[in-house]
């Protein structure tokens, strides 16, 4: 195999994923365009109204013009949430998270996590209960619970109390941890004179489509952990499922498990508290009517699997039920899931197919960050590190690939003399390349090895929140954002961007250049291909990665600089060795004559 055709095959399929992975991500703008778009008038839209006793009630929005008290609120406070909770229906829907910031500048609000129903995006969970007997006045999105507890804060659990005024008293006890985990355990305690079936229920519910990211490589929407099987389910695809269930996206019966909603940083989800419990998990994707036409809902719920029996003068009824709402952080996902034993709780975090390889990852730049204070560093640390750990393999393929630049002209002599007949020029490469003891296909090594240690690290980079708002040095405020500087405006010294009027075209940052001038370094350190379609792609390929990474986070494009320079550092003492080999007469120099001395016509070769 030809060492130049299988590079270049492997730097096009580079190319090519990397393509792939930036047209594919539709603009903001764009992704609100269609996710805002109606149906045809008069379509009937599936929705999940309660038409059953396993039906979680349809959430309607107060009628025009009619008048409504405000509802009263329960105070919600820890060391990483502050919020509210709704007492009309029981839900939590106020809640920004103490420590994040919507951009690097921390006189930025916070994030904001949940939010109530007469806001721009309502989102937020909520505890009830569906009358399974017919006949049980259960509470609903009315209801007015009383709150017995000053606050909802760690060590001050909230008891929500509501009498039917038949018997009948449903009862949600909240506590809330250090972090972001709120524990709910429903009950109803039936002092009437006959047993009551309920459907105790906790859903997590959005009222928006959400604005995403778009990255191919990036899940957004519904995820979860059912039966130790990862589930995930996009917005889209949520939707077109639904469109065929009646509302439902995905259903299933499962022991313990989790499930919930995730964007890129920030995760809702339940759990319930007993993981041995058999329960039943739903996705819903609905379109409700709305003040601008149908309207997306997307849902979570968790009930049990079957009506639950509450005798006369006895408690019951009810389920626990963990939930998360916070920022997906690695190392308190993974304590979450060893202390209350939820299943691959850190699977919230899009590690992806290199899971093997990300974490591992994550956690060294995580430690490396802990030691010298910057994520940064950490990553030059670290591909450092990986350079030493593959020195070896890297050396034999740069000795291979040094040896080729300097027979790089027999090379060229033999396809030149032998033009016409490729198959007597192959025969003669393969005994030049026994002769010196040349793998063509080595030179493509450091390559593979690179492939996916890049993608594992640019999963690091892009679904961490440990890299959100990380800075370098200089003008790198977050390494998992963009270079912001630009070349099109001179970096900041004429006052306009051009990369807003361009739609991201125009985007040119300092340290992408940095990368495709080392990569241009290293190209020119490697033999050139004697064919000169390949010479030529091989000439643009540090333009075309150049203008490629350009968008990608910053940390990831210092990466690839950063492990250029090293290589080129490595590549060029690995060159100088075998130039001195050569010159001592190692065989470099001596070589080809006596490689010419097996073919009588290889001796005129020089006069030609």
Known sequence: MDQKRLFAAIAISIGILLLFDLYNRPSREAQLARQQQVEAAGQQVPRPGPDGPLRTPTEAAPAAGVPRTPAARLPVEGPRVQGTLSLRGARLDDLVLRGYHETPDPRSPLVRMLAPRDGGAPYYAQWGW???????AVPTNDTDWQAEGGRLSPGSPVTLRWDNGQGQVFEIVLSLDENYMVTAEQRVRNNSGEPISVLPWVRVRRERTPPVEGWAVLHEGFTGVLDGRLREVTYSSAKDEAAKRAGVAFEQETTGGWAGITDKYWLTALAPVDQSARVRATYRATQEPGPRGPEDRWQVDFAPTGPVQVPAGATGGGQAVRLFAGAKEVYLLDSYGDRFGIPDFDKAVDFGWFYFLTKPFFHALHWIAQVVGNYGLAILIFTFALKLAFFPLANKAYKSMSRMKVFGPKMQEIRERHKDDPAKAQTEMMALYRTEKINPASGCLPILIQIPVFFALYKVLLVSIEMRHAPFYGWIRDLSAPDPTNLFNLFGLLPFDPAAWSGGYLHMPAWALIMGATMWVQQKLNPQPPDPVQAKIFQWMPVIFTFMLASFPAGLVIYWAWNNLLSIAQQWYIMRLEAQRTAKGG??????????????????????
């Open 587 to 608: 065989g470099g120099k001596a070589a080809p004559p006596a490689v010419a001395s097996e073919k009588p016509d290889k001796k005129k070769a020089p006069a030609e």
């Open 130 to 136: 569906t009358a399974a007997d017919g006949r049980t």
